[in-house]
Every structure is written in C-alpha cells, then in structure tokens.
C-alpha cells in the first residue's frame, strides 16, 4: 500500500521556521518525484517545490525561493520542507505528492498524495 504521511505542522508565530516531513512507503522511491504543495481556504492547490528522488535536483516556484527550501534522506525514505520566516499568507494546509519520474514545473498530475497537514502562521 503506498503511503505519503505529513508530519511536523502546527501553530507557529510569524518569523519562524518549521520543517515538515513527508514520509513514503509502498512504491521504489528512488524512481519517483516527490512535490510539496498547500492550499489555503478559498485558494486553489499551489505548487512549491519538487526533489527529484534519483539525482536529488530540485526545483521551487518563484514565489518560495529563498524561504522554502526542499530536501531528502533516501536512507529513511522521507522528504523535507523547510520553511522560515513563515507569513501569516504561509497559512494553509500542505501536502506531499509523488510522481513516477521527475520534477517538471507547473506539473500537478501526480500519482500519490498525503493526507495533508495544516501549518497556521498567527501570533
């Protein structure tokens, strides 16, 4: 059975940092893409960053780069989120996909996602 389980959510002050976790079974994870996405209420599903699981080469969207940053420990078959100087607009849930193959920006068709976790940016 795949799996893709969110870890490390919650309440966080504005200026801080977080580091989510995304751990996967169930699929040769070396073969696949992993992505980080979020959607705030009323927002549609917005893309943030890819690993590509083999070569770990990583792409973000322009909107994060700098304050997100994306990485893997192969060994533990999990991904990272690194988020800082978080803004209450960083508040939505966020979610971890898996796709066969490698990252292509704007690309949404994946084939495995997590159940989401919700990260809240308030003082």
């Known amino acids: 059975e795949v799996q893709l389980v969110e870890s490390g959510g919650g309440l966080v002050q504005p200026g801080g940092s977080l580091r989510l976790s995304c751990a996967a079974s169930?699929?040769?994870?070396?073969?696949?893409?992993i992505g980080w996405f979020r959607q705030a209420p009323g927002k549609e599903r917005e893309g943030l960053s890819c690993i590509s699981i083999s070569d770990d080469i990583t792409y973000s969207t322009d909107s994060v780069n700098g304050r997100f940053s994306i990485s893997s420990d192969n060994a533990k078959r999990t991904v990272y989120l690194q988020i800082n100087r978080l803004k209450p607009g960083d508040t939505a849930v966020y979610y971890c996909?898996?796709?066969?193959?490698?990252?292509?920006?704007?690309?949404?068709?994946?084939?495995?996602w997590g159940q989401g976790i919700q990260v809240t940016v308030s003082s």
């Open positions: 169930g699929f040769t994870f070396d073969d696949y893409a």
């Open positions: 996909a898996a796709v066969l193959g490698r990252c292509i920006p704007g690309r949404r068709d994946y084939d495995y």
